[in-house]
């Protein structure tokens, strides 16, 4: 562990890792050499003890900032809708009623269909994910390091991104995953739905498997990829700036350089998280609309 | 970079989100702006509408402004007409007078002349009896020669 704090190798792998709590078995040997007495739920102390932890972990920090981001996104929205008026808008309210109209208008193009649930949806994952993306424009060390000081626990794993961890980014594309699923099944019938994967691309019962084995390829791809796509942007991203703040450790010179790089990549990274944020949004209505088209063959 | 419940607890708390966001966020937020865009619309529609009446309105005044000339000349030509016709009315008026005055005045001269004529005859009777009396020397039964006298006086 402390080993890991002074390479340049611990550095990245420090940040890299969340703040897992979990289970160990009883016996389980601690990064620090004590032994766990019995099975009971701790925070890992080692990229090893989180992975050994295995499914039955929480990464606080994860849970915590997206659940924190988003509770901020509820309450300011609905601060805003609540004081509402239809006169001359401003301030926060005319800052809302831009991002609901913008989110509208993308989702009244790409979705015709009538479903209280989408456009709602849309705009929450659109701020959300731009909110938990932000958090990658802070500096990454401090809010590791206050948390760090806070705790009083200098090893403590802090990960400020929610979307540069797999689970979070996978488990909003589940969620998205099961709505269309869900959609498809109530607005194509149990059979429609599955007729959709069966006799598609192919319609001949003959090629029954191949269809199969197509279309749920197909349909087990978009959430999937919906999630990764945000986490493997973000977690590059992350990964860029981590390797931007080693620079610092490199004298006066190099931390100049990478103080402007910093700053660049920071720019640059603007464009990223909005974007990404965008697609998140974009590609959901899509889903939604695909689930909802039941005359249309694909 | 786990897979864990962390999965599960993202997905769960993005359900919830969204459900805050469809129930409190979203409809109060669109059903005003639709508000906003109706109001605006309308204001729209009420200023097209003023502009409208507004230019009928000019075209009513310029059509009443034009007419009240036109009434206005109209009346002032009738008032010279009657004017002109009150004169000629008058100078008839002052004609026929003249002339019944003048027709009054030669009556009267003529029955003055008569009434002298009747006047001189008598006179002239008188007298051409007296003469005759005085030339006679005698006295003329009145009655007896009066016939003649009255004769005489109407040769004159």
Known sequence: MASEELTQTGYIQHHLQNMAYGK????YERADGTVMEQAGWTLAHSTQEAADMGFWAVHLDTLGWSIALGVIFCWLFSK????????????LQSFVEMVVEFVDGVVKDTFHHSNKLVAPMALTIFVWV????LMDLVPIDWLPLGAQMISGD???FFKVVPTTDPNATLGMAI??????IGFSIKNKGFGGFMKELALHPFNHPAMIPFN???ELVGLIAKPISLGLRLFGNLYAGEMIFILIALLYSGGLVLGAFGAGLQWMWAVFHILVITLQAFVFMVLTTVYMAMAHDVDEHH | MNINLTLIGQTISFALFVLFCMKFVWPALISIMEEREKK???GLEAADRADKDLELAQKKATQQLREAKEEAAGIIEQANKRANQIVEEAKDQAVVEGDRLKAAAEAQIEQEVNRAKED???KVAALALAGAEKVLGASIDENANSELVNQLAAEL
């Open chain 1, 130 to 133: 731009f909110m938990m993306n």
């Open chain 1, 24 to 27: 160990l078995p009883a016996g």
């Open chain 2, 120 to 122: 001189l005859r008598g």
């Open chain 1, 212 to 214: 199969l084995f197509l």
């Open chain 1, 80 to 91: 805003a809708a609540k004081g509402a008026s239809t006169g001359v808008p401003s301030g």
């Open chain 2, 40 to 42: 605006i619309a309308d």
């Open chain 1, 175 to 180: 969620g998205v995953f099961l709505l269309m």
């Open chain 1, 154 to 156: 200098p090893h403590l």
